[in-house]
């Protein structure tokens, strides 16, 4: 059997922002094996700075009361291995298929913004995760399918870099730095368990 590709486009809710997804997609990689194989590359806007925390630690004032601007990116590569679930008479439509996946990524976060008085803050920060989940798909021809996908990603705590005039200096906290709580509860990048939904199509070819 022929190895058949795709390439997906998605667009919807990623990591508490909007967002999507361009990736590619192989399958039938083996004869009488139900695996593909995705490899995406995703953007999604975020909150950048938490507004609650406070900048004089513990004497104020917070990040939300003094912020003129604000912005926060993810960029996301995600591979993935999709197993296809027996779904025969269950999901309308012919050829309708259903497929768990599990897989790696690896995100970019970036987040910043100017307070009122003219002073930029920016913070940056890398990290590794796994996820999974679930995608549908409902082909409309021969060529084209409808498909959601909604899945869990876990990421796992990477060092956090700010910068800016308002921080005065570059500084960088690790995990199990004495500053790092301080510092991951002022970025705003995945930590932990997030959620995303989304729903575009793919281009068979």
């Given amino acids: ?28 990689l083996a004869p009488g094996l139900p695996l593909a194989v995705r490899l995406g590359l ?13 900048l004089g630690g513990g004497g104020g004032p917070t990040w939300g009361s003094i912020k003129e601007s604000e912005y926060g990116q993810n960029i996301t590569i995600a591979l993935d291995a999709l197993f296809n679930i027996p779904t025969q008479g269950l999901l309308p439509g012919q050829g309708s298929s259903v497929a768990a996946y599990l897989g790696l990524r690896y995100n970019l976060f970036e987040g910043g913004g100017t307070d009122s008085g003219g002073d930029t803050y920016k913070a940056t920060a890398n990290a590794f995760g796994v996820g999974g989940g679930l995608r549908l798909a409902f082909p409309l021809d021969r060529t084209l399918t409808l498909v959601a996908d909604a899945g869990l990603d876990y990421f796992f705590q990477g060092c956090i870099t700010f910068s800016g005039t308002g921080v005065g200096t570059t500084i960088t906290a690790c995990p199990g730095d004495s500053l790092y709580p301080d510092a991951n509860s002022f970025a705003t990048q995945p930590d932990g368990f997030v959620f995303r939904a989304r729903l575009g199509g793919a281009f068979r070819f």
Avoid: C, K, P
């Avoid at 059997?1 to 039938?28: H, K, N, P, W």
């Fill in 1 to 28: 059997m022929a190895q058949r590709f795709s390439v997906e486009a998605s667009a919807g809710y990623i990591y508490s922002g909007l967002g999507g997804q361009l990736a590619v997609v192989a399958e039938d």
């Fill in 42 to 54: 995703g953007f999604a806007t975020s909150d950048g700075l938490n507004d609650s925390f406070d």
